[in-house]
């Protein structure tokens, strides 16, 4: 009451306006969502190359906090279903990516501090995040692999997921002509061969694959967090005025 109290006869005005066409609580909900996204923005930076990038562990942390977070890749992204084919078919052809799991199976329920130095660097390890896209005429697949900070992506990389993109592209299970795939390959460095791959003048930046309803991109963390920085950038200037490093952590932590 204390802020409405204090605001400028035209800017209670436009609140007065504003309440006649929304609630309050509806507000208050989108304001809240729109401030957690920043936050999380902004937390990226020291989690992969700051001052967090060695205590994180991408299995317990980093996966669960992109799979509550997939609008970080594009707001489509945020509405999703689970789909029990696309698991079985992403399984399928794992081992094309050179191992046996979409993601290692580890205790939610392990504290941390429990685990010793070398299991947490077992726990170091490729993941892969898939969503499906609902729509009442295409299907379209999100898959996000994501490499450890220590690897530069190169060319082996580079190869694996076109092959592994051709590959549950070309499964029989999916209506090629109704089913969208998008196959991100994502890291905090890229090699020179694979920033040569993602600048080819016949294909639009960062593709290194493209067919039909298949394209396969690759991409660094600075590329993400940039693009999510320059949709959200407005909000910043209007939103975030006093938010500090400690709220960030905060809310990364709660």
């Known amino acids: 009451m204390r802020e409405v109290l204090n605001l400028k006869k035209h800017e209670q005005d436009d609140f007065a306006e504003l309440l006649e066409k929304t609630k309050l609580s509806s507000i208050i909900k989108t304001t809240s969502l729109v401030v957690d996204r920043i936050k999380f923005i902004d937390s990226l930076d020291p989690l992969l190359y700051g001052e967090y990038k060695q205590q994180?562990?991408?299995?317990?942390q980093l996966h669960k906090m992109?799979?509550?977070?997939?609008?970080?890749?594009?707001?489509?992204?945020?509405?999703?279903?689970s789909d029990q084919f696309l698991t079985s078919v992403l399984e399928e052809h794992i081992g094309i990516l050179g191992r046996e799991q979409l993601v290692p199976d580890v205790p939610s329920n392990q504290d941390i501090s429990d685990i010793s130095d070398d299991d947490l660097k077992k726990l170091r390890i490729d993941l892969m995040l898939y969503t499906q896209?609902?729509?009442?005429?295409?299907?379209e697949h999100l898959v996000v692999e994501l490499k450890r900070p220590t690897v530069k992506i190169g060319e082996k990389e580079i190869t694996q997921i076109k092959k592994y993109a051709r590959a549950v592209y070309g499964n029989p299970r999916f209506d090629k002509s109704r089913t969208r795939w998008k196959f991100l390959l994502?890291?905090?460095?890229?090699s020179e061969y694979a920033l040569y791959e993602a600048n080819?003048?016949?294909?639009?930046?960062?593709?290194?694959?493209?067919?039909?309803?298949?394209?396969?991109?690759?991409?660094?963390?600075?590329?993400?967090?940039?693009?999510?920085?320059?949709?959200?950038?407005?909000?910043y200037e209007y939103l975030m005025d006093e938010a500090s490093k400690n709220d960030t952590l905060e809310h990364l932590q709660k």
């Open 186 to 190: 994502l890291g905090n460095e890229l």
């Open 133 to 139: 896209i609902p729509s009442p005429t295409l299907r």
């Open 66 to 81: 992109l799979l509550e977070n997939l609008w970080i890749f594009g707001e489509q992204y945020q509405i999703k279903n």
């Open 56 to 60: 994180l562990l991408e299995t317990q």
């Open 200 to 235: 080819q003048l016949n294909r639009p930046p960062g593709v290194v694959e493209q067919h039909d309803n298949l394209t396969a991109h690759v991409k660094t963390w600075a590329e993400i967090i940039h693009e999510a920085k320059w949709r959200y950038g407005i909000y």
